[in-house]
């Protein structure tokens, strides 16, 4: 049985909906490696629409807490869309969160800026997010969350320069007729790709694999993915100690295997009013395995050498 929270750690985790710690840099610290792992809770207090049941994932979410809470996991990560839209929608679906034990990394996804400007601001702190883009390290390996909405016109304010140069992007990939011309699409950026490549080369001088979380897919190619995809494989094929990536935003989910590094899209939770999906990823040397829960297939992954 799961011992109760400190009434300390419950009231803070209510207030903030999350465990947090300052992961600007890459923090270490000694853990098991077994990670839970959810995307796309996407609430909003509306009816359901077509597939998707958005009053459902305050219980979907619950329910993932529960059975996190029984395993000795290492943290969690939301892999983003926590919210469909409207700032109240935050209370709500953080509420479970305050029952967690494990500290959860929160991704940010586009569906969590369908806002008004004033409250996007907002997001990162009250999702508990320090850094959009940042890493910590475990034993063998180097967690990366990136933030694949960087130069987006989702995450940036009407009439800033920001939002200026997300959408001369958008146009920039529609000129290419790419599939995922799409506003609900963003893209790294090179400022911050450029920060990857040196996360992961410093992760190959200590000997540490690197798994990176984001919202986007980057493969198979298609209308979810980032719009710099093809940019953000080619960084991810320079450093071979990159051993798997995961990401959320199609909720339909899919594999696909890049230079023999795994890719994995996981379901949206949102999806379907009575089937949940989660998952858990323990990392071995050689591998991960990712047990799913509901809509969640179990995986295998060997990684690439």
Same mark, same amino acid.
């Given at each position: ?22 992961? +600007? ?12 792992? +959810? ?13 998707? $049941? ?28 926590? +919210? ?8 709500? +679906?953080?509420?479970?969160?305050? $029952?967690? !034990?494990? !500290?959860?990394? &929160?991704?940010? =996804?586009? &569906? ?21 883009? !940042? ?5 063998? /390996?180097? /967690? ?17 320069? $920001? ?25 790294? =950026? ?44 080619? $960084? ?14 199609? &909720?339909? =989910? =899919? ?39 509901? !809509? ?10």
């Amino acid at each position: 049985m799961t011992s109760p929270l400190p009434r300390r750690r419950f009231l803070r985790q209510l207030a903030l909906g999350v465990a947090v710690a300052p992961f +600007i840099g890459c923090a270490s610290r000694t853990a098991g490696l077994e990670i839970g792992v +959810i995307a796309d809770p996407q609430y909003a207090d509306i009816p359901d629409r077509g597939t998707r $049941a958005y009053r459902a994932s305050i219980a979907k979410l619950a329910d993932a807490v529960g059975r996190f809470n029984a395993r000795p996991l290492d943290f969690c990560v939301n892999l983003g869309d926590t +919210i469909d839209r409207e700032w109240r929608s935050y209370d709500a +679906i953080l509420a479970p969160l305050a $029952a967690a !034990r494990h !500290r959860w990394e &929160h991704v940010l =996804g586009n &569906h969590d800026f369908a806002l008004l400007d004033e409250e996007k601001t907002k997001v990162d702190a009250r999702l508990g997010v320090t850094a959009r883009h !940042r890493c910590f390290d475990r034993p063998g /390996f180097r /967690f990366v969350v990136l933030d694949t909405g960087a130069v987006s016109t989702y995450a940036t304010l009407a009439g800033s320069e $920001a939002r200026r140069e997300a959408a001369a992007e958008l146009a920039r990939v529609k000129a290419r007729k790419l599939p995922q011309a799409q506003d609900w699409n963003g893209a790294v =950026g090179p400022k911050q790709l450029a920060w990857f490549e040196g996360v992961a080369a410093d992760a190959a001088k200590r000997g540490l694999k690197v798994v990176v979380f984001a919202h986007h897919p980057v493969a198979p190619v298609g209308a979810y993915d980032a719009w710099d995809a093809t940019e953000i494989l080619a $960084a991810l094929g320079r450093h071979r100690n990159v051993v798997a990536w995961f990401n959320g935003h199609h &909720h339909a =989910g =899919g594999f696909a295997q890049v230079e023999g590094l795994p890719c994995v899209t996981f379901h949206g939770m949102v999806e379907t009013p009575d089937t949940n999906a989660f998952a858990t990823a323990r990392f071995l040397s050689d591998r991960v395995i990712v047990e799913g829960q509901g !809509r969640e297939p179990s995986r295998e992954l060997i990684f690439r050498v």
